[in-house]
């Protein structure tokens, strides 16, 4: 079975990416978590693939990257969770979020999700706590873009790409350092200031 599919992004909607590979297009169900990760429409892009085949027909799910599908792989293991419940799970928070989140057992956020009731929030903590964890890699990613992490996945949400929005907005906050004024502010007040500047660069 494929591991992965490589080829340009022709599509990104939600909870969907359309992938052409050779002259075929791939309909690949994809969280959103994972769709801001990926490259722009028109770009050449990776996608970690996962085939579900059922009586009726198959089902193909995608990943920005390998630690994101054994995280969906994980979910598909919690008793009453389904891959288009994993999917929209996913699409509800970050891969480093949900995992922190299942680690502290946090049972009122998880039930705050959108289709995570008390007894699959329950469920998830009792069979995944303690046990995922992220590359270093995507663990330092996240570290770094955390002060600004609103800003980055308000932009995200707006249709940008993360990697993108990550760049900028660390580029501005860098500079904005140096502006005593914007040192003064409070932390609301810093993200809407990085958010405009970060918001004229994107539209460039």
């Known amino acids: 079975m494929f591991n992965s599919l490589t080829g340009t992004i022709t599509g990104k909607f939600p909870r969907q990416l359309l992938l052409e590979t050779n002259g075929i297009e791939w309909s690949i169900c994809m969280p959103d978590s994972s769709l801001d990760e990926m490259p722009e429409v028109g770009s050449k892009g990776k996608v970690y693939t996962f085939l579900n085949h059922y009586e009726n027909g198959m089902d193909l799910y995608g990943f920005a990257s390998d630690s994101e599908r054994n995280l969906f792989l994980s979910l598909l293991k919690v008793d ?81 790409d993360r990697q993108k929005a990550e760049e900028v907005v660390s580029d501005i906050s860098s500079q904005m350092q140096m502006d005593q004024e914007f040192i003064n502010k409070s932390q609301t007040e810093k993200e809407d200031v990085v958010f405009r500047k970060a918001l004229m660069e994107m539209v460039k």
Request: aromatic letters at 2%; hydrophobic letters at 40%.
């Open 80 to 160: 009453g969770v389904g891959p288009k419940a994993a999917i929209k799970i996913m699409s509800s928070a970050t891969s480093s979020k949900l995992i922190q989140i299942l680690d502290q057992g946090d049972l009122a956020l998880l039930e705050k999700i959108p289709g995570v009731g008390k007894k699959t929030a329950a469920k998830m903590i009792l069979a995944l706590k303690g046990k995922l964890t992220l590359p270093e890699t995507e663990s330092i990613r996240v570290v770094k873009s955390s002060p600004y992490s609103v800003v980055i996945n308000s932009l995200c949400e707006m249709g940008y």
